[in-house]
């Protein structure tokens, strides 16, 4: 059975509605009672609660974004919850309501909308070179977004409008499930890495049973899927991180940390979590040959692996002299524009 919350997304209220508009403070539902009122809009008003009824969703929540004398501050304390006619107003349908700043995002989304109920989702494969012989060791696989026209929708943009509107589980849930099937489909023999944010996993055994199903299905080996933790950083709950890494690595999953040597917090997690890759920061990479104190936690990066016994990645290079001075300290893998940028039919030699 697959995680509901990763696999649906929010319908968008269509049709008449009776709408529910709650706020921090009065002076606030005064501000919008009068507001709307000027709209057309007939609303009663009672204590801490404002009660429309409304034919168009979309159209008031654009009056509301559109409201010059709401400040930033009240804009995050409007709460709207739209109920069709024959809803009632009871307790767990309040957990529904959403700030208005979120509607307005998810009204702005509906192409991630679109993306996300029609996975309409590819992959681009970024190259990954063993040192020792020069050959392709893996691919990264990066998820672009296929929209209605044709057009890519970029990462970053996918990525930052599904944590505005809750849609981060599921998208991250598609990005690993389609990097896994189109590897395959691909007809890739290396090994892949899988990105995966921790933050988009509520419980391992439940938000990550699809992605094993579909490696098993497609009888990927997992010995050559390598699950790589992004924004690493960023991560909030170290125990929760570790749970997720024990499940990957108990379906016989490999593991990987990015960004390494970005700062203390990156090492830390090197230490508690015993990846089988980490992936140096590419600030750390970037011009090294000039840098010494670069040079120098490099050195002390790559001591710390052959003692942990695991594999070291620099990424991000993109010349020659990046890539020699690398190979002389004895890094393992490299990925760079210097081997290839990501693109829609994986590389097959260098």
């Given at each position: 059975m697959?995680?509901?919350?990763?696999t649906?997304?929010p319908p968008?209220?269509?049709g008449?509605?009776?709408?529910y508009?709650?706020?921090?403070h009065?002076?606030?539902?005064d501000k919008?009672a009068?507001?709307?009122?000027?709209?057309g809009?007939?609303?009663?008003?009672?204590?801490?609660?404002?009660?429309c009824q409304?034919?168009?969703f979309?159209a008031l929540?654009t009056?509301?974004t559109?409201?010059?004398?709401?400040?930033?501050t009240?804009r995050?304390?409007?709460?709207?919850?739209p109920?069709?006619?024959?809803e009632a107003?009871?307790?767990?349908k309040?957990?529904q309501a959403k700030?208005l700043?979120?509607?307005?995002t998810?009204?702005?989304?509906?192409?991630?909308?679109?993306?996300?109920?029609?996975?309409?989702?590819?992959?681009?494969?970024?190259?990954?070179v063993?040192?020792?012989?020069?050959?392709?060791?893996?691919?990264e696989?990066?998820?672009?977004?296929?929209?209605?026209?044709?057009?890519?929708?970029?990462?970053?943009p996918m990525?930052t409008t599904a944590?505005?509107?809750g849609?981060?589980?599921?998208?991250?849930?598609?990005?690993?499930?389609?990097?896994?099937k189109?590897?395959a489909?691909?007809?890739?023999?290396?090994?892949i890495f899988v990105?995966f944010?921790?933050?988009?996993?509520?419980?391992p055994?439940?938000?990550l049973?699809?992605?094993?199903?579909?490696?098993?299905?497609?009888?990927f080996?997992?010995?050559r899927i390598v699950?790589?933790?992004?924004?690493?950083e960023?991560?909030?709950?170290?125990?929760?991180l570790?749970h997720?890494l024990d499940?990957y690595?108990?379906k016989?999953?490999r593991t990987?940390?990015?960004d390494?040597?970005s700062?203390?917090?990156?090492?830390n997690?090197f230490?508690?979590?015993?990846p089988?890759?980490?992936?140096l920061?590419?600030?750390?990479v970037?011009?090294?040959?000039?840098s010494e104190?670069?040079q120098?936690?490099?050195?002390?990066?790559?001591a710390?692996?052959?003692?942990a016994?695991?594999?070291?990645l620099a990424e991000?290079i993109?010349?020659r002299?990046?890539?020699?001075w690398?190979?002389?300290l004895?890094v393992?893998?490299?990925?760079g524009?210097?081997?290839?940028k990501p693109?829609?039919e994986?590389?097959r030699?260098?």
């Open positions: 697959s995680c509901r919350h990763c649906t997304t968008w209220p269509n008449r509605r009776t709408l508009i709650s706020a921090a009065e002076y606030i539902l919008i009068t507001a709307l009122s000027s709209e809009y007939g609303c009663q008003l009672a204590p801490m609660q404002l009660c409304l034919e168009d979309a929540v009056t509301l559109a409201l010059a004398d709401l400040t930033e009240e995050r304390n409007i709460h709207l919850l109920l069709a006619p024959d107003l009871d307790f767990g309040m957990a700030t700043e979120s509607w307005a998810l009204l702005q989304a509906r192409e991630l909308v679109w993306l996300l109920d029609n996975g309409s989702l590819t992959v681009h494969f970024q190259p990954i063993a040192v020792a012989d020069h050959s392709i060791y893996a691919y696989c990066l998820a672009r977004g296929v929209l209605a026209d044709g057009s890519f929708m970029a990462p970053g990525f944590l505005k509107t849609l981060l589980f599921n998208l991250d849930r598609q990005c690993r499930e389609t990097a896994i189109t590897a489909v691909k007809n890739i023999h290396q090994n990105n944010l921790p933050s988009s996993i509520y419980n055994e439940f938000c049973r699809d992605t094993v199903h579909w490696a098993q299905q497609l009888e080996d997992p010995g699950f790589e933790v992004v924004e690493t960023k991560v909030d709950s170290l125990e929760h570790i997720i499940y690595r108990s016989g999953f990987a940390l990015d390494i040597g700062g203390f917090s990156s090492l997690l230490a508690r979590l015993q089988n890759i980490i992936k920061d590419m600030e750390l970037r011009d090294v040959h000039r104190i670069k120098s936690i490099a050195r002390a990066l790559r710390m692996c052959r003692d016994g695991c594999q070291i991000g993109e010349t002299e990046e890539y020699d690398f190979k002389a004895g393992d893998l490299m990925q524009y210097y081997f290839g693109s829609a994986p590389r030699s260098l």
